[in-house]
């Protein structure tokens, strides 16, 4: 192999030698600038920028308000589709609340339920539950649009038919309402399951980041399982995209600060590294056109921070599998044209043997060892999404199976 290597590195420089009359081409040094550039443009949303949040957050820290003398009248909505194995003990979930019942509301709506999804909703009664049926699939965006049309509450409160709420989550999604300032408070999704996947890492990661980012009050986007807004900004232009990221987002651009509460928990099973695959797939090929027309809108308005936030941790990170295939392809070159032995090739093949040995062992190695694992499954789901979307093949209606 290192003949073979060695003979391919003499053949190019044959031919450049004769392309370029004798000028030598130092691929080697283009090639590292390549890798390092990759690199460095990977850790930008990965580890840059936290950094960045956690400083931003010890100089410009938002201060703490009072609570409410008298809580809002607040309306909590639910999309469901063929949800009849949870959406009864969601309900009692959402029953069981520690809030004022005479400010609190709970109203569903059935995407065309074919099962005894919409049975077992009108068996909670019209007094517990506000109960509406679509006969054709609108998707749960178009749902929670409607759903405000008809909501008394100051505050709506989103949220999934497959979730589980503590006892006072709604409440400390409400509390920070007490600031006028706030436009938008995000709840705390766990795992429900003690099993590692990409989607359990990926979210103790990401909540990490938006606690970083509830500091400075510019938590980007929110988590569509358990997150609120003031009703008054909730005024989507097109119902078909008012999904939770866009919905967290434009109070931001409206002016209103953004929040996280670690205490609002929510709880959900986690599903295995191929039904997150998919599922990651689905959003981002659904986002990403969300992130390019809220960028647009930032710039707009004159929101340069949000913008740099949006190009940074949204559409940089979603297209880091590009930087991340060609660090690699220029490590594996370097080999060619410098030694096998070289520091930058040896770096990217341990990293990439380890994702192999990662999908291969599956959870019988540890969590922190899967990492690159993990890193390539979210690489190459955001390309697949990203690709969905160029060629308008992004999915805004699905199945709870998909789930």
Not at 157 to 165: E, G, M, R, S
Not at 230 to 248: G, H, I, V
Request: charged share 20%.
């Amino acid at each position: 192999m290192l003949l073979f290597l060695v003979a391919v590195k003499k053949w190019i420089h044959y031919k450049f030698w004769m392309i370029f009359c004798g000028e030598e081409i130092i691929l080697i040094e283009v090639l590292g600038y390549v890798l390092w550039i990759c690199v460095g443009i990977i850790l930008l949303p990965m580890v840059m920028y936290p950094l960045i949040m956690f400083f931003l957050g010890l100089f410009f820290s938002r201060r703490q308000c009072s609570s409410f003398q008298e809580y809002p009248v607040v309306s909590v909505m639910v999309a469901a589709r063929n949800e009849e194995k949870c959406i009864g003990g969601r309900l009692q979930n959402l029953l069981a609340q520690d809030y004022p019942k005479d400010k609190y509301e709970i109203l569903v709506a059935s995407d065309a339920s074919t099962d005894k999804t919409d049975e077992i909703i009108k068996s909670f009664g019209k007094n517990c539950v506000k109960f509406m049926r679509f006969e054709k699939r609108m998707g749960k965006s178009v749902l929670m649009v409607e759903l405000s049309k008809i909501a008394r509450g100051e505050i709506l409160v989103f949220t999934d038919a497959n979730t589980q709420f503590n006892p006072g989550t709604v409440k400390e999604l409400v509390e920070p309402f007490a600031d006028p300032a706030v436009g938008c408070v995000d709840g705390s999704k766990q795992n429900s399951l003690n099993s590692i996947t990409c989607e359990s890492i990926y979210w103790r990661y990401e909540r990490m980041l938006k606690a970083l980012g509830s500091k400075i009050g510019a938590v980007l986007g929110a988590t569509g399982a358990v997150f609120a807004v003031r009703k008054s900004l909730y005024n989507p232009q097109d119902p078909s995209r008012a999904d939770d990221f866009e919905t967290a987002v434009s109070t931001r651009i409206q002016g209103y600060a953004c929040l996280y509460n670690s205490r609002a928990i929510a709880a959900e099973p986690t599903p295995n590294n191929s039904i997150q695959y998919h599922r990651l797939v689905r959003i981002v090929s659904w986002m990403i056109g969300s992130a390019f027309s809220l960028f647009g809108k930032a710039v707009k308005r004159k929101r340069y921070g949000l913008a740099l936030q949006l190009f940074v941790h949204k559409i940089l990170r979603w297209n880091m599998g590009v930087f991340a295939i060609l660090a690699s392809v220029a490590g594996i070159l370097l080999a060619v044209f410098d030694s096998p032995s070289n520091f930058l090739f040896l770096s990217v093949v341990f990293f990439n043997m380890i994702a192999i040995a990662g999908k291969l062992a599956g959870n019988r190695m540890s969590s922190f060892l899967r990492l690159p694992y993990f890193f390539w499954l979210m690489c190459l789901a955001s390309l697949s999404g990203v690709s969905r979307a160029v060629t308008s093949r992004a999915v805004s209606v699905w199945d709870h199976s998909a789930r």
